[in-house]
């Protein structure tokens, strides 16, 4: 089999695995109410409003999987999502902004840390970053947490759709510079828009080598 082969093979892996049955299992707010370990578990994270809801969705092909909102922090809980049981997508909280107490913030920041941290399934973290904007403070202390925990994350940008084609190649390179120190991060970033499609088939791919 030849590159060009393998590559087909590698993107079909991903099209026939995201194209499987994809059901809510459930929402948990404190780690108490965590599900036991058990599939190889992706998360998504990412500030408020990043478009982490969005991008399951549209990984998925289904429109109301993961909910969306254009108002920071409606993501709540950790949500866990069942994908024709080989793998666990898993919607964080967002951290940063959000339109609620601090308090809330503050909590919710802590139920993702720890699990991000703690979790044995957890194969790893899409961390995803608006291509607007690109790293941010509270990004660059997510990055510190996972690299000093050993965490691998893999960096998903977000609203690629966004950047215009002239600023495209300078937004990467400084993505990509920003990178450099973070022992974790994967050597691979990608370059998605929920709207257009653009990347989905690459970024299934490569979660589906993480699947049972």
Known sequence: MDTEEKHAAYIEAGRHLFAQTCTFLLGARD?????????????FAGRSNVGKSS????LTHRKTLARTSNTPGRTREV?????????????????????????QVKQWTGLVMA??????????????????RGFMTSDRAVMQTLDAAAVSYQIVVTKWDKVKPGRRAAVQSEIRACLVPHVAAHPEQIWTSSVTGEGMADLRAGLATLAN
């Open 115 to 132: 699990y991000l941290q703690g979790r044995p399934s957890l194969r790893r973290v899409c961390l995803l970053i608006d291509a607007r």
């Open 31 to 43: 780690l108490e109410h965590l599900p036991q370990a058990g599939l190889p578990e992706i998360a």
């Open 79 to 103: 949500n866990f999502f069942d994908l024709s049981a080989r793998l666990c997508l898993v919607d964080l909280p967002g951290y940063g902004y959000a339109r609620v107490s601090r308090a």
């Open 55 to 58: 991008l399951i969705n549209a």
